[in-house]
């Protein structure tokens, strides 16, 4: 069965570091573009990163671009999320998404088949 997994996340002072991880069984990632998404309580999930999986393209938010770097390791069939100098409007839940077929480019917010059941991120001190 397709599954998406995801994992890293836990509790963080500000300034620190994480990476999220999201591993695939049942497919192939080679033939998805990725999506990370996050929420927030009481907030609408927004789209953070994506990458695409022609040329490795990617797309960040606004407020986490120079911070984040999405990244994918075909032969591990997985996709990393590096956040680095967390601020606590970071904290929420992590979600990971891929969407079946061939793309040069990706676009926050995306149509997304499959998503992971998430990983919470908490900064703080």
């Known amino acids: 069965q397709l599954q998406l997994v995801e994992s890293g996340g836990g509790l963080v002072q500000p300034g620190g570091s994480l990476r999220l991880s999201c591993a695939a069984s049942?497919?192939?990632?080679?033939?998805?573009?990725i999506g990370w998404f996050r929420q927030a309580p009481g907030k609408e999930r927004e789209g953070v990163s994506c990458?695409?999986?022609?040329?490795?393209?990617?797309n960040y938010a606004e407020s986490v671009e120079g911070r984040f770097t999405i990244s994918r390791d075909n032969a591990k069939n997985t996709v990393y999320l590096q956040m680095n100098s967390l601020k606590p409007e970071d904290t929420a839940i992590y979600y990971c998404?891929?969407?079946?077929?061939?793309?040069?480019?990706?676009?926050?917010?995306?149509?997304?088949?499959?998503w992971g059941q998430g990983t919470q991120v908490t900064v703080s001190s």
């Open positions: 049942g497919f192939t990632l080679d033939y998805y573009r």
């Open positions: 998404a891929a969407q079946h077929g061939m793309y040069s480019a990706c676009v926050l917010g995306g149509f997304y088949d499959y």
């Open positions: 990458i695409s999986n022609i040329g490795g393209i990617t």
